[in-house]
């Protein structure tokens, strides 16, 4: 069966902390892929990657890394977290080729 | 920029009705359109998706309609159950190893 885990489901940090949050797929999938979730804002692109070591910014890079030096481990950094990137975090896969994307369950990150 | 607009923002069907939500989209490469269903607590899973060269598309009670002239496409629920309460997401791309543009999202309410 399809798993995206999302190892951190709720977290608080300070202003100013680094963050890491971290992903990891078992499907062999290259492509993964950041987005943040946000009430009236729907599902918005941070990262994605295709391949190891690769990066392509999405929607709404700002103040947003990424890092990814296995095929199957995708992780999203906050260099110093500020209050507005408070929400739910979505890291998702796919197999290159397939349209389908499969979701984790979410990170949910409040800054303070 | 929104690429995708989803329609309304929120829903609330009887039980046995059918709801009907509605996408429209600008980007004219786009040439995959997904619906997904996300259940509160839990990442956005797969519903139905649609191909441009269809102009339906029917998975037990859910239901894609296609129009590729008015970029628009809409889903509905057949014979719809308190368990489909949810929030649902409709989202196109365009192939690639991008990701997928979402709408922002319609919070569905089956009352019993």
């Known amino acids: 069966d399809v798993k995206v885990t999302q190892s951190s489901r709720y977290l608080v940090k300070r202003t100013g902390e680094k963050v890491f949050l971290e992903c990891v797929q078992d499907?062999?999938?290259?492509?993964m892929f950041w987005y943040r979730q946000d009430p009236g804002l729907g599902l918005r692109l941070i990262y994605f990657s295709y391949d190891v070591k690769m990066k392509e910014k999405g929607d709404i890079p700002e103040g947003y890394s990424v890092s990814r030096e296995k095929k199957e481990r995708f992780s999203l950094i906050l260099e110093s977290a500020s209050t507005n990137q408070t929400s739910m975090y979505l890291c998702?896969?796919?197999?290159?080729?397939?349209?389908?994307?499969?979701f984790g369950e979410g990170s949910w990150l409040t800054v303070v | 920029q929104q690429q995708v607009k989803q329609s309304p923002q929120s829903l609330i069907v009887q039980k046995g009705g059918i709801p009907i939500i509605n996408c429209a989209y600008e980007n004219t490469a786009f040439d995959y359109f997904p619906w997904y269903q996300q259940f509160p607590g839990k990442g956005p899973a797969l519903l139905i998706a649609?191909?441009?060269?269809?102009s339906e598309k029917k998975e037990g009670r859910f239901t894609i309609s296609f129009n590729k002239s008015a970029k628009q496409f809409s889903l509905h629920i057949m014979d719809s159950q308190p368990g489909d309460s949810a929030t649902y997401f409709c989202?196109?791309?365009?192939?690639?190893?991008?990701?997928?543009?979402f709408g922002k999202g319609t919070h569905l309410i089956i009352q019993p």
């Open positions: 998702a896969s796919r197999k290159q080729g397939p349209p389908t994307i499969y």
């Open positions: 499907m062999d999938h290259e492509n």
């Open positions: 649609i191909r441009p060269d269809v």
């Open positions: 989202a196109a791309s365009q192939g690639g190893a991008d990701g997928l543009t």
